[in-house]
């Protein structure tokens, strides 16, 4: 079940986090600031008031309830759509700050070469960033695979129907079946540790970080060796006071 969820709560934070992390990037609008921090509310709310916000946006009286007559709660669909919510702003912001690093030199020159703003932005923008990119997505799947109170609330904790792994520790802990409890902790623990393995290595071959660790200084050498090293090599006279030819 938790991979059902996560697979189209992948889906939906790459189409929908890569979009509006380049909308930010790139339009500046009156309110931009106000609409970022509203993006980035998920990150410091509990769960459970991001699950309360997401029951009023899928229950009863709602225009997806009332309207479109397409009824979400207590499905798998709802679970992956809480793993998305509170999984976004790290690929939101991920995103938008990789594509607002491309040298605009770069997309300059492609566009007097002819490209179109399409053409710039996947011949140019994107492979320039993939790595913020990816790594934003990274932290968002790690996100939404331990997502626990948002799913609880709009999605329950049905077994076989809608009970991800967070959810199923959480229940088998409650029933004091604790090396069923352990076995899933650690595969959840192997499963977020490797993907934020994935996200630092990705990090560490960023272009900028390695420069900053080929800048590094060297460290500074003692008065006396420098002099030793400037009389063996560098100085123009001879021992006698004599100036080399």
């Known amino acids: 079940m ?7 709560a992948s889906v939906l934070i790459l189409i929908t986090g890569l979009s509006v992390g380049i909308f930010l990037a790139r339009k500046k609008f009156p309110g931009q600031i106000f609409v970022s921090t509203l993006l980035n509310l998920p990150l410091v ?14 229950g009863r009286g709602s225009p997806i309830k009332e309207w479109l ?18 999984a976004l702003p790290l690929m939101v912001e991920s995103t938008r700050a990789a594509i ?3 040298n605009p030199e770069l997309e300059a020159a492609a566009r007097t070469l002819g490209s179109t703003e399409q053409e710039v932005l996947w011949r140019v923008t994107i492979p320039v960033a993939y790595r913020g990119i990816l790594a934003g997505f990274g932290l968002g799947v790690a996100r ?3 997502e626990f109170g948002a799913t609880l609330m ?9 009970q991800t792994l967070p959810l199923a520790i959480y229940d088998a802990v409650q029933m004091q079946r604790y090396g069923l409890a352990s076995v899933m902790v650690l595969i959840m ?5 490797a993907l934020l393995w994935w996200v630092r290595h990705l990090e560490a071959q960023h272009p900028q970080n390695r420069t900053q660790r080929q800048r590094q200084p060297q ?7 420098t002099h030793r090293r400037y009389s063996k090599t560098a100085s123009p006279l001879q021992p006698g006071g004599k100036l080399c030819r």
Do not use: C, M
Not at 69 to 86: C, E, K, P, Y
Not at 189 to 193: D, E, L, P
């Open 189 to 193: 623990t192997t499963i977020a540790f």
């Open 45 to 58: 709310l509990p769960p459970s008031v991001v699950g309360y916000f997401l029951l009023l946006a899928l």
């Open 154 to 162: 709009v999605a329950g904790s049905i077994p076989g129907r809608t």
């Open 69 to 86: 007559g397409i009824d979400l709660l207590f499905t798998w669909q709802a679970a992956a759509l809480a793993s998305t919510v509170v």
């Open 144 to 146: 939404g695979l331990g």
């Open 100 to 102: 607002a690093n491309v």
């Open 2 to 8: 938790s991979l059902q969820v996560i697979v189209l």
């Open 219 to 225: 460290p500074k050498k003692s008065r006396h060796e």
